[in-house]
């Protein structure tokens, strides 16, 4: 599986847009780009997911780079609840959820 | 559905001393995972099962440590003896599907163990 490159920290004021970078330049074409949170311990949260093309769902949007190497997730609207580890994950036919060190997302009021 | 479900939430034992840790999966998933989190490891998954068989338990830390899936609904992760550097969360997380291509994973809530 591709490995991905998190910034590993980040601040966002309450109500603007958080946009968080990851890299995975070594993505392969049936690899898909995984995103989870990780809120203050409880178990991961499932965010959001993609292969080619932009998604958006009531969380969050993923854009995908057209060469995949790079995607960036999107909060639109942050609030303090969004304050988090967020984690991207390249994911190919395997089982496997390869967990990195994340991006501490930290949103101020 | 109420989710991955794990019990105990919080777990503290004696060195030496047997600890078993259970996990409900999501009606319907045929895929679950046990996954170890700690602050200088991070998430590390240490075993998955497909259909009740386990798949690859390459994660697995040493012969201590035990998982079983003795039906769908059911799984443990037994460790003994335990070690005060089995401190840690432990996370059940179940899946739809053998593939994670398209399919995300569901975590329970964890269980914090302790070993003094």
């Known amino acids: 599986d591709a490995k991905t490159t998190q910034p590993t920290s980040m601040d966002c004021a309450e109500g603007r847009a958080a946009n968080l970078p990851c890299n995975h330049s070594t993505i392969s074409g049936n690899e898909y780009v995984y995103w989870y949170r990780q809120i203050h311990s409880q178990g991961p949260q499932y965010i959001i997911h993609?292969?080619?093309n932009n998604e958006t769902n009531e969380m969050a949007s993923l854009i995908i780079t057209e060469d995949r190497k790079s995607s960036t997730l999107i909060l639109p609207h942050a609030t303090l609840r969004d304050t988090a580890v967020y984690y991207c994950i390249v994911v190919s036919g395997t089982y496997k959820y390869i967990f990195g060190t994340g991006t501490r997302l930290k949103v101020l009021a | 559905d109420a989710g991955v479900i794990q019990s105990p939430r919080h777990e503290v034992t004696e060195m030496g001393q047997e600890v078993t840790l259970r996990c409900k999966p999501i009606s319907g998933h045929n895929s679950l995972f046990w996954y170890r989190q700690t602050m200088m490891r991070g998430l590390e998954l240490l075993i998955y099962f497909n259909n009740n068989v386990p798949i690859d338990d390459s994660g697995m830390p040493e012969d201590r440590f035990s998982a079983k899936m003795p039906n769908a609904s059911f799984s443990t992760l037994k460790i003994q003896p335990s070690e005060p550097r089995d401190s840690a969360v432990y996370f059940c997380a179940s899946s739809l599907g053998r593939r994670a291509q398209n399919t995300e994973a569901f975590f329970g809530q964890g269980t914090r163990l302790t070993v003094v």
């Open positions: 993609g292969l080619k």
